[in-house]
């Protein structure tokens, strides 16, 4: 499966949009895009996951290039329960799902 | 939906002892599920892959003999972490992939156990 690459930690206010790069320049024509967070001591949260259309659910929206190099997860109105780790993983249909260092998103009041 | 169980959620053992750990996919069948072991301050990190009536295959470094799991049907695993010593001591988080409504079959993971050998 590609690699991707995350920013370390990001900033974002309360009420603000918040948006969360990934690079997987690697991508291949059959891997999906998933968006994984954890919360603080608890397991790892799906979020949300597409293949090559932006994608909308009542957590977040995916964002794809066309080129599907990069994405971007959007969370549109963020609060202090959505500081976590985001994890962006790009998986092959069938293989399992391997986690990187992900994003720490911190929200401030 | 898509809803997995852990259980217990943390336990505290004496060094020697053997460890059980639940995990159930409450409202889906899982073709396929996983375990992970977390340390403090750093990522989840995949201990084996287990389809429900055959043996469980182990990422590198990962001694089978330790970390016994069974999956005995589709909607439930369990991890036995045999003889634990304190460098066992971990997060550890289950995790089930299965078609739960989001049209490709997804990992849903269980809130994890917490595990602390004296």
């Known amino acids: 499966d590609a690699k991707t690459t995350q920013p370390t930690s990001m900033d974002c206010a309360e009420g603000r949009a918040a948006n969360l790069p990934c690079n997987h320049s690697?991508?291949?024509?059959?891997?999906?895009v998933y968006w994984y967070r954890q919360i603080h001591s608890q397991g790892p949260q799906y979020i949300i996951h597409?293949?090559?259309n932006n994608e909308t659910n009542e957590m977040a929206s995916l964002i794809i290039t066309e080129d599907r190099k990069s994405s971007t997860l959007i969370l549109p109105h963020a609060t202090l329960r959505d500081t976590a780790v985001y994890y962006c993983?790009?998986?092959?249909?069938?293989?399992?799902?391997?986690f990187g260092a992900g994003t720490i998103l911190r929200v401030k009041s | 939906g898509a809803v997995v169980s852990q259980h217990p959620s943390w336990v505290i053992c004496k060094s020697g002892t053997s460890v059980k750990i639940e995990c159930r996919s409450l409202?889906?069948?899982?073709?396929?599920m996983f375990w992970y072991r977390q340390f403090p301050k750093q990522s989840l990190m995949l201990m084996a892959t287990?389809?429900?009536?055959?043996?469980?295959?182990?990422e590198q470094g990962v001694e089978k003999d330790k970390f016994l799991i069974n999956h005995a049907s589709l909607t439930l695993s369990t991890l036995t972490v045999t003889s634990a010593h304190p460098e066992d001591s971990s997060f550890y988080i289950c995790?089930?992939?299965?078609?739960?409504?989001?049209?490709?079959?997804?990992?849903?993971f269980g809130p994890g156990t917490r595990l602390l050998v004296l």
């Open positions: 287990s389809n429900e009536g055959s043996k469980a295959t182990y």
């Open positions: 690697t991508i291949s024509g059959n891997e999906y």
């Open positions: 597409g293949l090559k």
């Open positions: 409202d889906f069948q899982a073709t396929t």
């Open positions: 995790s089930a992939r299965g078609l739960a409504g989001v049209g490709v079959e997804t990992q849903y």
């Open positions: 993983i790009v998986r092959g249909y069938g293989n399992k799902l391997v």
